[in-house]
């Protein structure tokens, strides 16, 4: 399954660009003091366990903002995804927790899944919000299909 979306026309080197990358910066630092207010930060004993999808039982969707700012970020072509966990863990561990997406930020397996809810759906309207003021198509996708459709080739 795939989605249509080249990822190539989207480089830092574009002043619109940029301008996304920056409100991303903010977007995620705001994120992260809001799941600090929802979650409890002592809670997770970052085991790791919630990165491997199939066996923890639920999946991760991410938009386009949150695919170009990790694709900015991280080093290209993407880690194939080839089962149910996420490539990106290491040793147990996120190697690429600056960049993370929305859903590794604000899920924590117990806390309070209503206030993850709502904070996701109040999330989710600003990213769509930042795709129409920078005219980027607006995609919901799963990470197996943005990781797996959307890594760069040589060409
Ligand atoms: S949210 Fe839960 S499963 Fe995920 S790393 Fe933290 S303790 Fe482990
Ligand atoms: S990006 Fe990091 S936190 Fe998110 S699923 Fe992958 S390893 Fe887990």
Do not use: W
């Not at 863990?89 to 806390?111: A, E, M, P």
């Not at 109040?122 to 197996?144: D, F, G, V, W």
């Amino acid at each position: 399954m795939g989605f249509d979306f080249d990822i190539s026309k989207y480089h830092s080197g574009l002043s619109s660009c940029r301008a996304l990358l920056a409100e991303m910066d903010t977007l995620y630092q705001e994120l992260d003091a809001k799941v600090a207010g929802v979650n409890d930060p002592t809670a997770c004993r970052a085991c790791g366990r919630c990165c491997d999808f199939d066996a923890f039982g639920h999946k991760l969707y991410l938009t386009t903002p949150e695919l170009l700012y990790f694709a900015h970020h991280v080093a290209q072509p993407f880690m194939p995804m080839t089962d149910g966990v996420c490539p990106y863990r290491i040793d147990g561990k996120c190697s690429v927790y600056l960049y993370r997406f929305t859903g590794c930020r604000i899920f924590q397996c117990c806390s309070s899944t209503a206030a993850q809810s709502d904070l996701t759906e109040a999330t989710i309207a600003r990213l769509k919000q930042l795709c129409r003021e920078h005219n980027i198509p607006y995609h919901y996708i799963n990470l197996n299909a943005a990781l797996n459709c959307t890594a760069p080739t040589d060409r």
